[in-house]
């Protein structure tokens, strides 16, 4: 049974840093697609940040330059580092996996941004 399991969520303040992890278990990812997605109140979800297999990334305008995705595939985890963040970017993230015959998401971690 595939799990993902995400964590590292949180509260900081504007202008701060989060490291967002999610470990994925129960196949083996190594050629899958990882991304982080996020759904802000109200609004809804959209891509953050993807990288494929071979360790190439992609990310939303928004994000560009402040937020770094990455994958160790030993451990099958994708990680988002988060920094200058923004009151803009509270929301919770989600992971997302997809090894193109189906996908996982994860549950979700809430990161608040505010002072």
């Known amino acids: 049974q595939v799990q993902l399991v995400e964590s590292g969520g949180g509260l900081v303040q504007p202008g701060g840093s989060l490291r967002l992890s999610c470990a994925a278990s129960g196949s083996d990812f190594t050629t899958a697609a990882m991304g982080w997605y996020r759904q802000p109140p109200g609004k809804e979800r959209e891509l953050v940040a993807g990288i494929t297999s071979s360790g190439s990334a992609d990310y939303a305008y928004s994000v560009k330059g402040r937020f770094t995705i990455t994958r160790d595939n030993a451990k099958n985890t994708v990680y988002l580092q988060m920094d200058s963040l923004k009151p803009e970017d509270t929301a919770v993230y989600y992971c997302?996996?997809?090894?193109?015959?189906?996908?996982?998401w994860g549950r979700g971690s809430q990161v608040t941004v505010s002072s």
């Open positions: 997302k996996v997809d090894n193109g015959l189906n996908w996982w």
